[in-house]
């Protein structure tokens, strides 16, 4: 059985948030629209986003690095939002285990926000329904668009190709095998959820720098060698500023 999913690679993220405008332009107009803000920007702000990158400092001082990490919908293979459903408007498709949202049928009681333990679920503010991640699923079934752009928008914007888009249950697609070969992983995997959506960890590179190739201008610790003085014929960079 076909899964579909996003792999996303936190070793080259920059939390740009490409991903986070792509989805909302697309999906704005597509199915899942309208994304509703009548109030984005105030105290108190009111938005439906599917997709988000959150941002955090790990480690200890001086020795942190910034870590970005976007989450979205997992279309988990057990969706706890989809039983919890009274109506029915939640459910995952068996040709390609995409979770969806029935509008017709939802009516805004929120109990698939409170049991997605990942807090993927939004509602619409307008049209109090509960909205979430498609997967694109109206552009990657669009047989009008070249194949290569048949791909989530969030995929396509992504401009360090920190996202990827593929069936996680074919061994030899390129998502299973980076799954494989880089241990990618699911987020929280002990709720049982069994998301479909994997990340690939950051890999730590270690930088070595030599006492002879970094120099500060400043120097403010005198703990560096100082700079040469140049030659009486030659000018010196107050000179060279003066001009």
């Given at each position: 059985?076909?899964?579909?999913?996003?792999?996303?690679?936190?070793?080259?993220?920059?939390?740009?948030?490409?991903?986070?405008?792509?989805?909302?332009?697309?999906?704005?107009?597509?199915?899942?629209?309208?994304?509703?803000?009548?109030?984005?920007?105030?105290?108190?702000?009111?938005?439906?986003?599917?997709?988000?990158?959150?941002?955090?400092?790990?480690?200890?001082?001086?020795?942190?690095?910034?870590?970005?990490?976007?989450?979205?919908?997992?279309?988990?293979?057990?969706?706890?939002?989809?039983?919890?459903?009274?109506?029915?408007?939640?459910?995952?498709?068996?040709?390609?285990?995409?979770?969806?949202?029935?509008?017709?049928?939802?009516?805004?009681?929120?109990?698939?926000?409170?049991?997605?333990?990942?807090?993927?679920?939004?509602?619409?503010?307008?049209?109090?329904?509960?909205?979430?991640?498609?997967?694109?699923?109206?552009?990657?079934?669009?047989?009008?668009?070249?194949?290569?752009?048949?791909?989530?928008?969030?995929?396509?914007?992504?401009?360090?190709?920190?996202?990827?888009?593929?069936?996680?249950?074919?061994?030899?697609?390129?998502?299973?095998?980076?799954?494989?070969?880089?241990?990618?992983?699911?987020?929280?995997?002990?709720?049982?959820?069994?998301?479909a959506n994997h990340y690939l960890p950051r890999r730590k590179t270690r930088l070595r720098i030599h006492d002879d190739e970094l120099v500060r201008?400043?120097?403010?610790?005198?703990?560096?060698?100082?700079?040469?003085?140049?030659?009486?014929?030659?000018?010196?960079?107050?000179?060279?500023?003066?001009?």
């Amino acid at each position: 059985m076909t899964q579909l999913a996003l792999i996303i690679d936190l070793n080259v993220c920059v939390g740009c948030s490409a991903c986070v405008t792509s989805c909302k332009e697309w999906n704005t107009s597509g199915l899942a629209g309208p994304m509703t803000d009548r109030n984005p920007y105030d105290a108190d702000p009111t938005g439906t986003f599917f997709n988000r990158v959150q941002t955090f400092e790990v480690g200890a001082y001086p020795h942190t690095e910034t870590v970005h990490f976007p989450k979205s919908c997992l279309h988990c293979e057990e969706p706890p939002c989809v039983p919890v459903c009274p109506t029915g408007a939640s459910y995952k498709r068996p040709e390609d285990g995409i979770v969806l949202v029935d509008y017709d049928k939802c009516i805004g009681c929120k109990y698939c926000s409170w049991a997605c333990p990942y807090g993927a679920r939004e509602i619409d503010e307008q049209q109090k329904v509960m909205k979430k991640c498609t997967l694109c699923v109206d552009r990657i079934y669009d047989e009008s668009l070249p194949e290569r752009e048949r791909k989530p928008s969030c995929v396509l914007a992504c401009p360090t190709n920190a996202r990827l888009f593929g069936d996680v249950h074919d061994p030899e697609s390129e998502v299973s095998v980076l799954i494989r070969e880089e241990g990618g992983y699911q987020l929280m995997p002990e709720w049982g959820t069994k998301p479909a959506n994997h990340y690939l960890p950051r890999r730590k590179t270690r930088l070595r720098i030599h006492d002879d190739e970094l120099v500060r201008v400043d120097n403010p610790l005198k703990k560096e060698a100082p700079r040469p003085r140049p030659a009486l014929d030659e000018p010196s960079l107050d000179d060279v500023t003066s001009w």
